[in-house]
């Protein structure tokens, strides 16, 4: 059973930079290219960054590029997407995915 457990959301000021992760478990991480995406308030599911299997290829959304970086550790498991410069209407809850499986995602809400 896929698992994806995403942590490091909170509230940040304009500006400001977060990391969010992406455990994941029941299945060979290191094989599966692996993806981002995002739901504001009130609006549809978002896709933002993704990535290879191996992290060698990356790709954003418009809205991000130049300001998230994605990248994944595959001997832990782990997948990764680093916030800076964050702006307001970059509030939303993140989700980690591969294919149609996601986690519960984690809030990430910039505010001053």
């Known amino acids: 059973e896929v698992q994806l457990v995403e942590s490091g959301g909170g509230l940040v000021q304009p500006g400001g930079s977060l990391r969010l992760s992406c455990a994941a478990s029941g299945f060979t991480f290191r094989l599966y290219g692996m993806n981002w995406v995002r739901q504001a308030p009130g609006k549809e599911l978002d896709w933002v960054s993704g990535?290879?299997?191996?992290?060698?290829?990356?790709s954003y959304a418009d809205s991000v590029k130049g300001r998230f970086t994605i990248s994944r550790d595959n001997a832990k498991n782990t997948l990764y997407l680093q916030l800076d410069s964050l702006k307001t209407e970059d509030t939303a809850m993140y989700y980690c995915?591969?294919?149609?499986?996601r986690g519960q995602g984690t809030q990430v809400t910039v505010s001053s």
């Open positions: 995915s591969r294919g149609s499986s």
């Open positions: 990535i290879d299997a191996g992290g060698r290829i990356t």
